[in-house]
């Protein structure tokens, strides 16, 4: 299977602060344009269309891909550095486009997570290892509102040293099958650790029916993104995303 490769460009960025807004009972309201940009979101305005149509690119191969399921899709950096978390951020906003769609977008980076501050959540919220740690109990406690409408974020939670154990615990796919299972309109977005630093991309493309490899444009050898991509199954790998936004 020969990957298909897809270049998002980088979004324009807006100037002024940041625009979390968030209601009194804790749940946010659907952002601005200019505010979804501060966070590196796409949306449907003009300043950002190049962008959002290379992700609408993307969901659209995927969902061929998929056929008539939902699926579970990883969003694998080959190494630090190639703006993984922002390509798995943008496409679960892209699947979030589709009115008859909603999207989960689960930071499983243990050791560097950045989709809660990227998306305004509480940094000191629960995440996904205090769920599979047995800290928390409920699935609906550690999933959370990102001001795009049908787009929700479980944040990874407080910085692990080790996850892999914790990625191929039972707890974990019962987790993931729970999370699609309870609603079949929902898509799955896993942003994945570095290929090439540890093997908890490997462990993680178990879970997954689709991977998407992430490079850096300009910055990965071809021999890297052959190492990273001859980590998974080749049946399972949808293509590269070569992303200059680092």
Request: proline share 7%; net charge negative; aromatic share 6%.
């Amino acid at each position: 299977m020969n990957p298909r490769r897809d270049a998002p460009s980088d979004p324009g960025r807006a100037e002024g602060g940041s625009h979390s807004i968030t209601r009194t009972d804790g749940a946010q309201q659907p952002l601005t344009p200019r505010a979804l940009e501060e966070r590196k979101l796409i949306h449907r305005n003009d300043s950002v269309r190049a962008q959002a149509d290379a992700f609408r690119g993307l969901r659209t191969k995927l969902l061929a891909l998929g056929q008539d399921r939902n699926f579970v899709t990883l969003v694998a950096p080959a190494q630090p550095g190639c703006g993984g978390s922002f390509v798995a951020r943008n496409l679960a906003a892209a699947f979030a486009f589709d009115e008859t769609k909603t999207a989960l977008l689960v930071d499983c980076d243990s050791l560097h997570p950045a989709q809660h501050a990227a998306l305004g959540v509480n940094a000191a919220s629960v995440g996904m290892m205090d769920y599979l740690e047995g800290g928390v109990t409920d699935l609906s406690a550690i999933q959370y509102e990102t001001g795009l409408p049908r787009l929700r974020l479980i944040p990874s939670g407080s910085p692990r040293e080790t996850a892999g154990e914790s990625f191929s615990s039972t707890r974990m796919r019962m987790m993931i099958d729970s999370l699609r299972g309870t609603h079949p309109n929902r898509y799955l977005i896993l942003d994945s650790p570095p290929v090439l630093n540890s093997p908890d991309a490997r462990i993680l493309s178990e879970l997954a029916d689709l991977i998407v490899l992430v490079a850096g444009y300009g910055q990965v050898t071809v021999d890297s993104i052959d190492a990273a991509a001859a980590s998974f199954d080749p049946d399972k790998l949808a293509g590269v995303v070569f992303n200059t936004l680092y």
